[in-house]
């Protein structure tokens, strides 16, 4: 069975420093990876996704997210946090070899606050 | 931009009541998806369909229907609201291939009395 963590339920982070939002997967053979964002009282925004190639894959609003096959995981990351990018980030993975019906399954969220 | 469109932002309804939530999509999308979103566990699945008049239960289907009598509607269905139904609906669109990005509208939240 496929299944995605994020062990952080909430990252606190200082405007201007790096942050790093955490994600870890299991599947039965390979995944493709995406992470989404959700503004409050919004509904989820696409950011990223790893589908094959180069292990750094970058996204939307300065956002970016490195593959790592040993380690299971996708982390999100950005060199310089701003106070706008403060939500709930989800990561989520569906198994390359399932049908066509298209199942994602998604971490429980983890939220960002960027302080000031 | 593709635009998932849902009916209401906010539902309050009694205990007992058939509650309908309504989807709609403007890209011509195969895939539609219901989810429920409640704090501390994310996202899940309820149904899913991948063509009109198709659907699948995803991980928590009981309690729910669907109908999908048109491509770019998607209706989820409370045959009768329960407290434990109290949530954040969202539904979601893809044009198909596993690699596609899911697209959602704006989010229902429910209070069921």
């Known amino acids: ?116 | 931009d593709v635009k998932v469109t849902q009916s209401s932002r906010y539902l309050v309804k009694r205990t007992g009541e058939k509650v309908f939530l309504e989807c709609v999509q403007d890209m011509d999308h195969e895939n539609m998806f219901w989810y429920r979103q409640d704090p501390g566990l994310g996202l899940r699945l309820i149904y899913f369909s991948y063509d009109v008049k198709m659907k699948e239960k995803g991980d928590i289907p009981e309690g729910y229907s669907v109908s999908r009598e048109k491509k770019e509607r998607f209706s989820l269905i409370l045959e009768s609201a329960s407290t434990n139904q109290t949530s954040m609906y969202l539904c979601a669109s893809t044009g198909g291939g596993h690699n596609e990005k899911l697209f959602f509208g704006s989010g229902t939240q429910l209070s069921v009395l």
Do not use: M
């Open chain 1, 1 to 116: 069975a496929q299944s995605v963590a994020q062990p952080e339920d909430q990252v606190n982070v200082a405007e201007g420093n790096p942050l790093t939002v955490k994600c870890t997967y299991s599947v039965s053979g390979n995944p493709y990876l995406f992470w989404y964002v959700q503004y409050p009282n919004r509904g989820l925004q696409f950011l990223l996704k790893y589908i094959t190639g180069d292990n750094l894959v970058k996204g939307s609003y300065g956002f970016e997210a490195e593959f790592n096959k040993s380690q299971t995981s996708f982390h999100l990351k950005k060199p310089s946090a701003l106070v706008s990018d403060s939500a709930l980030y989800f990561c989520a993975v569906r198994d390359r070899a399932g049908g066509a019906t298209n199942k994602l399954i998604f971490g429980t969220g983890t939220l960002l606050a960027v302080q000031p």
